[in-house]
């Protein structure tokens, strides 16, 4: 079979894990990073510092689940989606 008869539903999940990978990605990002950096300025550094302190009280997902782990858990998926995708082109050929 050529590429052109792959069905729809390839694309479709390599679309969806791509997306899975963004997120998870940028959620285990979001996780891990504790600190937030402040910029040391004569001016604005006060300023800056009182910015970057405030922490996000907007949760992606239940206080049991922390964003790092969840980021993986996407990443996780974004993979298994992977897998299935090609088995389904392999398949097909």
Avoid: H, K
């Avoid at 998870?24 to 910015?51: C, D, H, K, M, V």
């Amino acid at each position: 079979m050529s590429r052109a008869d792959v069905p729809l539903r390839v694309p479709v999940l390599y679309a969806i894990s791509a997306t899975c990978a963004v997120i998870g990605a940028l959620l285990w990002i979001r996780g891990e990073i504790n600190t937030p950096a402040t910029l040391q300025s004569s001016s604005y550094g006060s300023f800056l510092a009182a910015e970057t302190t405030a922490e996000s009280t907007w949760r992606v997902w239940s206080p049991a689940v922390p964003q790092a782990r969840l980021g993986l858990y996407l990443i996780g998926v974004s993979l298994v989606l992977t897998v299935t995708a090609r088995l389904f082109s392999i398949r097909r050929d």
